[in-house]
């Protein structure tokens, strides 16, 4: 099953963005209306803090990675992952 941007929005779901780059896994937070966050993970458009706990993966690897995090480090327990729906989107 994949995940889209739309569903998330419409869910209210704050996530991170999660790609390979240089061989290692790059997570970049966003509010669920879309913005990307800070490393305070306040959104000035809602006007709130943003709750990450959703890892949304751009390919299989990234989503291969997250899931061995999720099941094999107590840090990472209550967060979920999934694949973006169609690839990589702008």
Sequence with gaps: MAT??????????????????????IMEPHCACGEELDEDYYCGSCRRTCNCRFVLCEDARSLEVMQKFIHGNPDFRDFRADVLAGGVED
Excluded: Q, S
């Design 4 to 25: 889209t941007l739309e569903a998330l929005k419409a869910a209210r779901t704050d996530y991170f963005r999660a790609h390979w780059e240089n061989e290692e896994l």
